[in-house]
C-alpha cells in the first residue's frame, strides 16, 4: 500500500500514471487531501466510482491523532503524536496577536547532540516520514475552531531537518504547492544547526526562510556547545548564508540561545554584529532554557537587555523571544517526545 502523503505532486502523478490516469487527477487527489482534509477516497466526489475504489486497493491517506494536548498558561499547545512504529514526536502551536505559528519536528530524536538541548540528550531514533511531517499540520489545523488558522510553520521542534532532506523538501513542497496547503513560502521556516552543504541544497531546491542556530560567536565557545562547528565552523556556516537564496526581501534568522556566564557579554553581542555584517539578518535571542540535569544555567535578565540594546543600538535587528510554554515543556529545546525505553535527566 502507497501512503499518498508520502508522495510529491509529481510523485503521485507518476503514481496514478501508473493505473492508467491522466495527470490532472493527482492536482485533483492533492487538493481533496490538502485543501479539503480529505480523509477518504469515497469523499473525493470528483473521480469515478471505479477510479475510488481501484485507489482503495493499493493506496492509503494517513493521519495522525496526537495522544496528549497541553495547554500552556500562555495558550501555547503542545501535541504529542505516537506514530505507527510506537515513536513519539511532539508539535507546539504559538498562538501570538496576529499570528499562529506551527513548530514541528523532522526526526525522531537528534543525533547532533548539542550540550544545551534536552531534544538531544536523547538520542537519535530515525527520520520522519514526509506524511508524518505533514501529518502533525493537518492534526493540529483539524483541533482548530473554524475562525483559527495555521499562518506560519517553523521547523524548530525535534531534530535537524537538514539531516532528513529528502521529506523535509517533499514536505514543504506540499506546504507551499498551489494544489497543496497553499502557505505562502515566506511562512515557512527551516530552522538548522548549521550543515553547510546541505544548506546549499536547500537553497538550490526551494525557498524557504532559513533561520540558523548560531549560539556562539567564537569556534571555541560554538564547538563546545555544538559538535557540529568541529565540521562547519562559523565561518563556512556564514558563507552559506550569504549565497541563500531568500524568498524576496527576507532576512536569514540567527538563533542566539543565551546561556549565563558562557556566551551572555557585550563581547558577544559586538562580535556577532561583526560576524553578521554584510548579511541581511534577524537575530532571535533565547535565554537558554533550563532542564534537569542540565549544567547551564539560564542569563540574568539585565544581561539578556544589554545585549539586545547593544544589537539594536548598532542596527541589527533583534527580538528576545519570550519563553513560551516553558510550564508545559513546550519551550525551545525542551522537546523529547516520549522517548521508549530510555531513562534520561
Ligand atoms: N536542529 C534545528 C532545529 C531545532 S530548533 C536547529 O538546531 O536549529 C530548536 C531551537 O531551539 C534552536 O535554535 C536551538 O538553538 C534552540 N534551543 C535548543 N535548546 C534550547 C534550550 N534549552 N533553551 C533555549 N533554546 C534552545
Redesign the pocket.
Known sequence: MTDIKNLSLHELEAFLAGMGKEKYRAAQVFKWIYQKDVEDFDEMTDLSKEFRSRLKECAVISSLTPEKVETSRDGTKKFLFTLDDGEAVESVLIPDEKRMTLCIS?QVG?P?D?G????GTGGYERNLTTAEIINQITAVKTSLQPEEKITNIV???????LLNLENVVRAIDIMIGEKGMLLPKRKVTL????LVPQIEELGSRCTVNL???L?ATTNDIRSRIMPINEKYPIEVLLDACKNYPLPNRGRITF?Y?MIKGLNDSLEDARRLISLLRGIPSKV?L??????EG?T?QKPDRCDVDAFHKYLHDNHLVAITRS?KGDDISA????LRGKLKGRNIA
Request: aromatic share 12%.
Open positions: 523532522s537528534c547532533l548539542c544545551f538541548c534536552l531534544t521547523f524548530m521542534g525535534m531534530g535537524e531537518p530552522s538548522t544547526a548549521g533561520a540558523v542556530s549560539n538563533e540561545v532571535n533565547i535565554p537558554f532554557n533550563e532542564f542540565s547551564f519563553s519551550a525551545c529545546g525542551q
